[in-house]
């Protein structure tokens, strides 16, 4: 019944996908296996994405200690936890938000916000189980009658929030593990609100505070979820957080034009964007050899890259082609004239140091940033 219930909501939260995507998806799974260096490769939704799959299959059995939080959640799991630096603690609230239910407690432990990426911990409680579950079961055969009842969502998690009361998708990883209490599931999730608030047009500002509800009762509505479940995100005076000043955009030999949109470095992890625009007239083979070349690029200036992604953000379609040599490429149709515009994301682990000056490689360009705030 779990499994089942596990499925449905999975074909739920991802749809049936078109071969771009699909075969995306696959590629990076496998490649994420096969090749340490190779882990950035598509746009940053569709890595989310397989990433929250690769965290969906890879259930395990350890114990929960009384350690467990929001930056070390996901070791062990199949996903990254870098080191964070000891600010993040100060921007991580906890106890925000609970309300107990007929038979289920939800409590959000912990959110955390640098200025960039909202991270959420909150956990359910069955009242009418009476063990403890392990992450084994969390994967494979567990039940909440009580949370079913009440109409809780606690197997799956959200994959979605409401900010200032729009709706915004979610974006980066996402998990469930046992909890230490009976009957008690734990929820991480993560959003990049800035991209997605971007990427959506969103009608969001994000002030001094802002507002978040999660859509706790069966995947529904904010005004589903009962009002001591909403909570505000302080949004001024981030411990931690720097915004580098952007150089110049980069112009090579061939008229190719780099651009470091966003450089910014919290107690969590390191943030920077940059869009890539490509000569005109390169075949989709070429294009898609800038989208996937990434082998060189999977430190910068010595930090990890733990997430990201890179695509063609302004072609009309994108549709995959296999050849009959059994390689395959992503068709992505520009106009005539019109140059490919490649956006890339990059996520890194932190230090607790910098260089004076930081050499980052952007498409195979090596760029030098000075390590001086933004004003």
């Known amino acids: 019944m779990q499994n089942e219930n ?46 929250a799959l690769v965290i969906c299959l890879a259930g395990t059995a350890l114990a929960v200690g009384s350690g467990l939080n929001l930056f070390n959640f996901f070791e062990d799991i199949g996903s990254p936890s870098p080191t964070v630096q000891p600010e993040a603690y100060t921007l991580t609230a906890h106890d925000v938000a609970s309300h107990s239910f007929e038979h289920t407690d939800v409590a959000v432990r912990e959110a955390s916000w640098d200025g960039r990426v909202l991270r959420i911990l909150y956990s359910v409680r069955d009242r009418t189980v009476d063990h403890v579950f392990t992450d084994d079961e969390i994967w494979t055969e567990y039940d909440l009658p009580g949370a079913r009842q009440d109409g809780i969502t606690a197997d799956w998690g959200c994959d979605y929030l409401y900010v200032n009361g729009v709706k915004l998708c979610l974006t980066g990883y996402m998990a469930s593990r046992a909890g230490s209490e009976p009957g008690e599931v734990l929820v991480a999730l993560e959003s990049d609100l800035v991209e997605r608030i971007a990427s959506e047009k969103a009608d969001i500002t994000l002030g001094d505070t802002f507002e978040v509800w999660l859509p706790i009762i069966g995947m529904g509505g904010k005004d589903e979820t009962p009002e001591d479940l909403h909570f505000t995100v302080q949004n001024t005076d981030l411990a931690g957080v720097r915004h580098i000043a952007l150089p110049e955009k980069t112009v090579l030999a061939d008229g190719t034009e780099i651009a470091i949109t966003n450089f910014m470095i919290t107690p969590i992890r390191i943030y920077i964007q940059a869009t890539v625009t490509l ?76 260089p004076e000056v930081f050499r980052l490689t952007i498409d195979g360009t090596e760029i030098s940033v000075p390590n001086v705030d933004a004003k």
């Not at 995306?24 to 496998?30: D, I, K, P, Q």
């Open 6 to 51: 596990n499925r449905q909501r999975l074909e739920k939260a991802f749809p049936p996908m078109d071969a771009a995507f699909d075969h995306a998806v696959r590629s990076t799974l496998e490649n994420i296996v096969q090749e340490d260096t190779m882990q950035v490769k598509r746009p940053l939704r569709v890595l989310a994405i397989t990433l």
């Open 279 to 354: 000569p005109a007239g390169l075949t989709d083979e070429e294009i898609d050899a800038h989208v996937w070349g990434i082998s060189k690029e999977s430190t910068q200036f010595g930090q990890e890259i733990v997430d990201g992604g890179r695509g063609i953000i302004n072609a009309p379609k994108q549709e995959f082609v296999s050849k009959d040599d059994g390689t395959s490429y992503v068709a992505y149709h520009m106009p005539e004239g019109e140059r490919p515009v490649m956006s890339c994301a990059y996520v890194l682990s932190t230090s607790d140091s910098y």
